[in-house]
């Protein structure tokens, strides 16, 4: 039996999509074993995020190839995309597929094999229209099931590489998405994540469908679902239709992730996104009425060129005035191919890591605020692993429904069940909370 070994960089949706081409190779009879195993077939899904994201890439392909140099080396994502050329001068690729046409993996696997001959499946993104149907029946690590509904991104944010790795906006069909929806929840999911690369875009290119008329199409028709997540909504998306949806919703979380990127006006122009902050401080008003309690968390991209210490701290006092319950902060890194890159006056790496270490000291002391409110309080989780601190405290990890990242004294039989919890001391990274008790009807997860 001939064996495939994966490796994922990059994001939830690079996931998804190693997931989707481990069932293609699985239908063909591959078995799986470990990245640090060797392997007939090492298969690496890169990302291009960062320029760091291709140096990363180019390690891991380089680690599989001294594995076990008579190995088919294949390489997919975002990396093979942008930069085919590259990849392909790694001596020891042998296979390289973009962003689109997995499903044609396997057959260049058997064309290698007759012609020994290096393979680039990589095409022009750009004129792709067709979403690319990838399914999940069940993922290899089994507590929350990210649900890939769209594909690429029309924005074209400055600092941005990303449409040009993944091309243009194209939305999955509603039915393929109820269905396999339905089929991760029979398969024993309790959650769901709506994924994509600009996820609350979807429908943008179909006539008669949007993204709230998804939410509440999987909220009628799903049988059995108990939560939905929404892995990332940017606030031009945030719609009174979609406000509407989420209030009305029976499995929507009390946790949105809203990129917010800059909290100052000037930036957000040169950094071409699409909202002002006092559209932003709306949209977040209107989703705490429609969602009491709810998590906001966001992505903060601090020393953009030309960032003032003015403009940084109109973001800071925005942050903080608006109390997000996490942020994810990143300097900015220059993305070659991007606007941004070229343009004058970039922030010394100083000045961007005294920016990031501010707002991240802001980001845990908002952290701690959010949690405390419901310290007492009976919360959902679903346990997901072991604490990793201290593996033998018979302590499990897991997230509530409003994000709040809980340590509880459980077992193996929970993990993947909805269990009730009474959070006893809020904290961060982690809250403490007991056991109440299991909320599941038994159901046996996939082996």
């Not at 997995?102 to 094999?113: A, G």
């Not at 989420?246 to 009390?254: A, D, G, K, P, Q």
């Amino acid at each position: 039996m001939s064996t495939v070994a994966f490796y994922t960089l990059g994001c939830k949706v690079n996931h998804y999509e190693t997931e989707a081409i481990w069932q293609l190779f699985h239908k063909q009879g591959y078995e799986r074993v470990d990245f640090d195993k060797r392997a007939d077939v090492y298969l690496i899904n890169t990302c291009t995020v960062t320029n760091t994201g291709d140096k990363k890439s180019r390690q891991v392909i380089r680690r599989a190839i001294r594995k076990n140099p008579d190995a088919i080396i294949c390489v997919t994502g975002c990396y093979a995309q942008t930069s085919p050329a590259e990849v392909m001068d790694i001596p020891g690729v042998d296979i390289v597929v973009g962003t689109q046409d997995r499903v044609k993996l396997l057959d260049y696997i058997e064309q290698f094999k007759r012609e020994r001959e290096p393979i680039n499946g990589v095409s022009n993104i750009m004129k792709n229209r067709v979403y690319e149907e990838l399914d999940v029946p069940s993922f290899t690590d089994r507590t929350r099931a990210s649900l890939k509904i769209q594909e690429g991104c029309n924005n074209f944010c400055t600092f941005c590489i990303i449409p040009w790795a993944r091309g243009l906006l194209r939305s999955r069909e509603p039915d393929s998405v109820i269905k396999q929806a339905q089929q991760l929840v029979k398969a024993g999911y309790k959650e769901i994540v709506l994924t994509g690369i600009h996820t609350a875009g979807y429908g943008e290119d179909m006539k008669d469908y949007n993204f709230a008329q998804l939410l509440r199409d999987l909220d009628t028709n799903v049988e059995g679902l108990k939560r939905l997540r929404i892995s990332s909504i940017e606030a031009s998306q945030v719609t009174e239709e979609v406000i509407d949806a989420i209030n009305h919703s029976n499995t929507l979380v009390r946790h949105l992730h809203i990129p917010l990127q800059s909290g100052s006006n000037t930036v957000l122009k040169r950094m071409r996104r699409k909202y002002t902050m006092d559209m932003f401080a709306d949209r977040l008003e209107k989703l705490r009425e429609a969602l009491p309690g709810l998590a906001v968390t966001s992505d903060v991209i601090v020393g953009f060129p030309g960032e003032t210490e003015e403009e940084f701290m109109e973001t800071y006092n925005f942050v903080k005035e608006h109390k997000f319950s996490e942020l994810h902060v990143f300097p900015y890194s220059k993305r070659t191919g991007t606007p941004a890159a070229r343009m004058e006056d970039q922030v010394s790496e100083d000045v961007k890591h005294d920016r990031v270490r501010r707002l991240i000291a802001l980001s845990d002391q908002l952290a701690k605020e959010y949690a405390s409110q419901f310290e007492g309080e009976l919360l959902e989780m679903i346990p997901e692993e072991r604490y990793k601190d201290d593996p033998n405290s018979g302590l499990y990890v897991g997230y509530t429904d409003n994000y709040l990242k809980v340590k509880v004294p459980a077992n193996k039989e929970m993990v993947g069940k909805l269990v009730k919890v009474k959070l006893t001391k809020a904290g961060y990274p982690y809250n403490e909370g007991q056991f109440v008790r299991v909320l599941d009807d038994i159901v046996s997860m996939p082996s």
